[in-house]
């Protein structure tokens, strides 16, 4: 009787932490290089940016947003750094470990050797990171990080 | 035809007569000895019927009582022992169905409760935070950073004005 108590116990438990486990699985961060634009045939918004093209649209004034530079980055332990650079940008992005509900990340935005902008921010998932860039020709260099 | 040791056995007692006792006694080697040993017989068996007679019973109503709850009492041993031996080794399903459900409520109450835990917290930490930024002060020097939050998509904005400008071939990928 007192076994079978325990073994229930035990699979009880097992399973509760199997199920709490997975909410700090792996995530994946996308981060882009984002050329805002008005052209007057816009092309697509990429699928990375549909959530909060709205916004950028509102935001900016811009009807097309093109990325010229990308990195999809899955974090396994949380302490992990990337490059998401065009030809004369490169976002490098290092992550400094894993909070509760995202990541600390330490953004810099070179414009080839030079540092432009330094931030440091905590990225979660249910909120994504713009960071107006600086003026590019007719356009606006945006750098947008999304957990997915 | 009686063999010797059957006419013996009934001489003992008494059970033969006219010829066929004639004829058993002239047959006995030593009739003396036989005599003595009739009477030595007779003796044990009256001694025997003196001795093995049923007592009688001076409290026959307690010893019934006694004996009918002993009777009892192993009666009641024995059901008890034949129900051990009839319970299954295993739970019966109806059992094991009641403690499944068991076990998942109670996994389901503390999964509700841990997940809620980790989630009721102050839902501001579940947004993005810009803690700090910088810009070169020699490459922009008149660059203001300002940050705000969306209402619409949970969007956090980096606001940097002030960057120096660059031409469109920037823009190339």
Known sequence: ?148 | MKTFEEKWTAWLDGELAGNELAEFEASLPDKAAAQEEKRDAKKLGAFLKEQLQARSMGNEEFFHHQLRERIATDAGEARTREKVSAKPALWPIGRLVWAGAASLAIFSLCTFLILREKTAPDQSQYLTQILNARVDPTVSPNATISMFETKEDKVTVLWVDGLQSLPSEYAAK
């Open chain 1, 1 to 148: 009787m007192q076994r079978r108590f325990y073994l229930v116990l035990g699979v009880s438990l097992a399973l509760i932490a199997g199920s709490v486990a997975p909410a700090h699985a792996a995530q994946e961060v996308w981060s882009g290089l984002v050329m805002a634009t008005n052209v007057t045939e816009p092309d697509e918004t990429p699928p990375e940016l549909h959530r909060i093209e709205g916004t950028l649209k509102a935001l900016f004034g811009y009807n097309q947003f093109k990325v010229i530079g990308q990195s999809r980055k899955r974090l396994v332990t949380g302490s992990e750094d990337w490059l998401a650079s065009s030809k004369y940008f490169a976002l490098h992005v290092d992550s400094k470990g894993e909070t509760g509900a995202g990541y600390f990340l330490n953004l810099k935005l070179f414009q080839e050797k030079n540092l432009l902008l330094e931030t440091e921010a905590k990225l979660s998932k249910a909120s994504p990171l713009v960071i107006k860039g600086p003026q590019v020709g007719s356009g606006q260099l945006l750098l947008v990080l999304i957990e997915q």
